[in-house]
């Protein structure tokens, strides 16, 4: 956890960014308090995955304000943002298909962040399907355990600002319910989590906050008590 507890985990401000020409933040503001579990809603093409990748320096320009842990990271190249304490699971995964599920989960080297990651011992109880196969090719995976993997590496590293990019998209609803209870383990135990989710029903019961972003701004903004107030607005906004 911070140690600084008034500092939030991340704080966004008036974030701009930019692919090439393509203008595609138009003044970003969030901010996400230590050991919270933040959920980004919106339409495709809303700016929610360019949040992610701003975070981590994976765009073009940006202009505005990062911080993490209190820490400016607006100009910092993205292997620096990352020794912040931040691990990015992108939508496409990332999984290396000549590598064992065991030899991907031990690549990514340890983060400087003084938090050790999670052993292999304690990311095989949290994931018991990868300690089954720990020694299959990562194509050999299901969508799922390459989707668990994905997320298990970045436990490993010391990580504590998880930001994950749609992670029930297209997996089986037994393999969704144990991403939904690996969330719910993650935040028992301090992690800070931002989620960018189109599957709402997934995202509903494990957030603390919602965002929802239109046009690569933040249009609403909502805790989880308010949820069901907020249904009309959300159906207009989302069609959920």
Known sequence: MNSKTNTPALEIKQLKAWYGESHVLHGMDLIVQPGEVVTLLGRNGAGRTSTLRAIMGLTGARKGSIRINGV?????????????????????????????????????????????????????????NLAERRHSQGTRLSGGEQQMLAVARILRTGARLLLLDEISEGLAPVIVQ???????????????????????????????????????????????????????????????
């Open 178 to 240: 144990a991403l939904a209870r690996m969330i719910t383990m993650l935040r028992e135990k301090g992690y800070t989590v931002v989620m960018v989710e189109q599957n709402f029903r997934f995202a509903a019961p494990l957030a603390d906050r919602f965002y929802v972003v239109e046009h690569g701004s933040v249009v609403e903004r909502f805790a989880a008590a308010e949820l069901q107030e907020k249904m009309p607005v959300l159906n207009e906004l989302l069609g959920v």
């Open 72 to 128: 400016e990271a607006i100009g910092l190249p993205t292997h620096r943002i990352a020794h912040l304490g931040v691990g990015y699971c992108p939508e496409e995964r990332g999984i290396f298909s000549s590598l064992s599920c065991e030899e991907n989960l031990m690549l990514p080297p340890p983060l400087k962040t003084g938090m050790s990651g999670m052993s292999v011992e304690e990311i095989y109880a949290m994931f018991p």
